[in-house]
């Protein structure tokens, strides 16, 4: 029986003031394209790059929420390719020394985390293709899995609580709709108990030939990673029952047709024929060093629900509300005045406004305790017809969401929870809603 074993490659770009190597402000988004650029950045000759230590620092505190090793003795190389958003013709990265090693995300086990540089961005324009280089440079954090994924699904919650680790620790923005996160999934067929996986590699264990595994880019969405991975599968599945031979490539997704295409043939790590950096010196941190980064770590997610089940809130609440570092100090806030912890969920699960708008508000939520006692809930029927109202008046939002965008989701949920008074939960409201809109 063949099963689907999938890794994932996410790249985050981290909001430090400045660019990886150089001097150059580190904000590609909104400005004037190539407006943010240097002799560094821009691969002229005799150049020199100088590593960013804040970027460095969140790299490794990303490892660290993860339950990385800090890498005592770490190092830069260099990844040759041509391309024409590689102005230098090779990209600074890490290969045999990354900073972060191991860790994990759940039963998801993360091989590495390590540090380089990201590309300019490339504009196509009908026959044309425009280059900006404000993006050539900028702080990237790589974190590699390993292919422990089976389906869709867990990959799209992996994704999710990174995303929150992430905000949590203030490194980056982490959105994917801008592009200061991307990812590749790594997507293969195997015959089931014939493989094992190792260091981010599926080694066969019987001796046979394992399929190739076929490297999916161009992901800018939760709701897109499930689509593509999905699409990849019944691909794959389909060729291997036919007997056609798969090649081991690169292949992109479209969105609008739901379809993966092939690029290109998929490169090998000897490909880039990767060797030590030899303008940046070695990277060296002692324990002390790393012991004080470890102290700068905030109460991540999963220990913020750890703590908020033992006074008494329900798993789905708790998902909700730890979802953003600012909702999450908000309920802290007001748990703590109010002293009722589920029934300061209800509110807050179910009027998200209170969430956003924050601790100046906190009086409001002493009135809402007040009134929850005299609310009646809507049936099943009246919660429907809401939620077809709310869908039937707001074309755009749903546009929105099925384009991938999770805000269209949140804005129907809200406008079906001001109907009903805040006398529904929100996230019944919110399945509901996907449940339409499948």
């Not at 402000?25 to 240097?38: D, E, H, I, Q």
């Not at 660290?64 to 230098?88: M, V």
């Not at 000897?270 to 941190?285: A, C, Q, T, V």
């Amino acid at each position: 029986m063949l099963i689907p074993v999938i890794g994932l490659e996410v790249h985050i770009e981290l909001n430090t003031k400045s660019k990886m190597f150089c001097g150059c402000a580190n904000n590609p988004f909104g400005s004037v394209p190539n407006s943010l650029t240097c002799p560094t950045c821009l691969g002229l000759p005799g150049a020199l790059p100088v590593p960013n230590k804040a970027a460095l620092d969140s790299t490794m505190l990303l490892g660290l929420a993860l339950g990385s090793k800090i890498n005592p003795a770490s190092f830069f190389e260099r990844k040759n390719y041509f391309y024409p958003d590689l102005p230098k013709g090779y990209q600074i990265s890490q290969y045999q020394k990354p900073l972060c090693i191991g860790g994990a995300i759940g039963e998801i086990r993360v091989n590495r985390v390590h540090q380089e540089e990201d590309t300019a961005k490339l504009m196509h324009e009908g026959e044309k293709t425009l280059i900006d280089f404000n993006r050539s440079g900028v702080p990237l954090a790589e974190l590699v899995t390993e292919a422990d994924f089976r389906d869709a699904a867990s990959a799209k919650a992996f994704l999710k609580e990174l995303t929150k680790i992430i905000k949590y620790l203030d490194i980056s923005t982490a959105d994917m709709e801008k592009g200061s996160m991307r990812l590749e999934a790594n997507i293969s067929l195997q015959e089931e108990g014939s493989f094992i996986v190792k260091e981010a590699k599926v080694l066969s264990t019987t001796g046979q030939k394992l399929n190739p595994k076929v490297e999916v880019k161009n992901i800018n969405s939760f709701r897109f990673v499930e689509k593509a991975i999905n699409y990849e599968i019944k691909r794959q599945t389909e060729a291997l029952s036919k007997g056609q031979i798969l090649t081991q490539e690169t292949r992109g997704y479209n969105e609008k047709t739901g379809q993966t295409y092939s690029q290109r043939e998929k490169e090998s790590a000897h490909d880039y024929r990767y060797f030590p950096e030899p303008d940046i010196p070695p990277l060296e941190f002692d324990e002390a060093y790393v012991e004080s980064l470890r102290h700068k770590l905030p109460e991540l997610p999963a220990q913020k629900i750890k703590r908020w089940l033992s006074q008494g809130v329900k798993q789905a609440d708790a998902e909700i509300l730890s979802e953003t570092p600012e909702s999450a100090n908000f309920f802290d806030t007001a748990i703590k005045k109010y002293q009722n912890p589920q029934k300061v969920a209800n509110i807050l699960v179910n009027k998200p406004e209170f969430r956003i708008r924050g601790v100046r508000e906190i009086g409001e939520i002493g009135e809402e305790l007040m009134k929850s006692t005299n609310r009646k809930t809507l049936t099943d029927d009246a919660l429907r017809e809401l939620c077809e109202k709310v869908i039937g008046e707001n074309s755009k939002a749903v546009a929105d969401y099925k384009k991938g965008k999770e805000a269209g989701l949140k804005f129907l949920t809200g406008q079906v929870m001001r109907l009903a008074g805040g006398n529904v939960n929100y996230a019944d409201v919110e399945n509901l809603i996907k449940s339409f809109l499948i």
